[in-house]
T-cell receptor, first 111, second 114 residues
Framework: QKEVEQDPGPLSVPEGAIVSLNCTYSNSAFQYFMWYRQYSRKGPELLMY????GNKEDGRFTAQVDKSSKYISLFIRDSQPSDSATYLC???????????FGEGTQLTVNP | GAGVSQTPSNKVTEKGKYVELRCDPI?????LYWYRQSLGQGPEFLIY????????DSGLPNDRFFAVRPEGSVSTLKIQRTERGDSAVYLCASSLGGMNTEAFFGQGTRLTVV
């Protein structure tokens, strides 16, 4: 069983929809949780970073962490065609240590 | 440059050959990471440097893989006796280190072993 599970999709939504992306994990030692966006043939870029449980909002993006359920989510409001990319969840045990990534969810937002 | 630079962007090599992949981190970043990403998968950790030393090399798959960072800046990932299964995108990331965990990724080197 993988340490981090993420539905690979693909996920296709109309422009303006609310998108929900999720990951589950098995290692309770994870404390730092991140969401990366990766466009085709590019490196991942950090979208959201959260320490421990709670919510964090940045513009159209909201990240949620529920450590009791070992479940993290990323919500995208008013989705745009430019949001079409692969979204990767990632987590680490300590600050600056190795990241463990999910498989990535491929998202397409249709105009 | 402003970002993490990786060279070459593409590398095709024959099975059994030796390859070197280079990473130039963001200036001032003390932490440097190598990951490998196979098609349709998330990046998989290989090795992490803090300064010149390898703080965690537990992700290196076998002794054909080796990485160095002799002056605490540029890093080279070296693969000996390449195999077709080594074909992947090799990603490098850097961060300020310490309590700052924001890692910035390069565009990767796409390695194809034929």
């Amino acid at each position: 069983q993988k340490e981090v599970e993420q539905d690979p999709g693909p996920l296709s939504v109309p422009e303006g929809a609310i998108v929900s992306l999720n990951c589950t994990y098995s290692n309770s030692a994870f404390q730092y949780f991140m969401w990366y966006r990766q466009y085709s043939r590019k490196g991942p870029e950090l979208l959201m970073y959260t320490y421990s449980s709670g919510n964090k909002e940045d513009g159209r993006f909201t990240a949620q962490v529920d450590k009791s359920s070992k479940y993290i989510s990323l919500f995208i409001r008013d989705s745009q065609p430019s949001d079409s990319a692969t979204y990767l969840c990632a987590m680490s045990q300590t600050s600056g240590s190795r990241l463990t990534f999910g498989e990535g969810t491929q998202l397409t937002v249709n105009p | 440059g402003a970002g993490v630079s990786q060279t070459p962007s593409n590398k095709v090599t024959e099975k059994g050959k030796y390859v070197e992949l280079r990473c130039d981190p963001i200036s001032g970043h003390t932490a440097l990471y190598w990951y490998r990403q196979s098609l349709g998968q998330g990046p998989e950790f290989l090795i992490y440097f803090q300064g010149t030393g390898a703080a965690d090399d537990s992700g290196l798959p076998n002794d054909r893989f080796f990485a160095v960072r002799p002056e605490g800046s540029v890093s080279t990932l070296k693969i000996q006796r390449t195999e077709r299964g080594d074909s992947a995108v090799y990603l490098c990331a850097s961060s300020l280190g310490g309590m700052n965990t924001e890692a910035f990724f390069g565009q990767g080197t796409r390695l194809t072993v034929v």
